[in-house]
């Protein structure tokens, strides 16, 4: 059965590469705990997802499917921490 989770907060642990685009996620979440999500595409010049995957950065979440890796559907900066730009980004 496949399982749609909506607007769920969550933090990035950890991202790994994964294929030519995509990413996976390690997620911290508040209802449903340690969650693996794919982001399919995510490592595009065009993705929504590529400025806000960052870790410890506060995000709501919308994921789905029944496999051990989820995959990722929606995400939204939630805000609260300053996202770092520039040479922060990289040190």
């Given amino acids: 059965m496949k399982r749609t989770i909506q607007h769920e907060p969550a933090f990035v642990l950890h991202r790994y590469d994964w294929s030519e685009s995509s990413l996976i996620l390690e997620t911290l979440t508040r209802h449903h705990g340690r969650i693996a999500l794919v982001a399919k595409g995510a490592k595009r010049p065009s993705s929504n997802f590529r400025p806000i995957l960052l870790p410890l ?8 499917g029944d496999a ?3 995959t990722l559907k929606a995400a939204e900066w939630m805000g609260g921490h300053v996202m770092p730009t520039g040479e922060a980004l990289l040190s």
């Fill in 57 to 64: 950065q506060p995000l709501q979440v919308s994921y789905g």
């Fill in 68 to 70: 051990e890796i989820r």
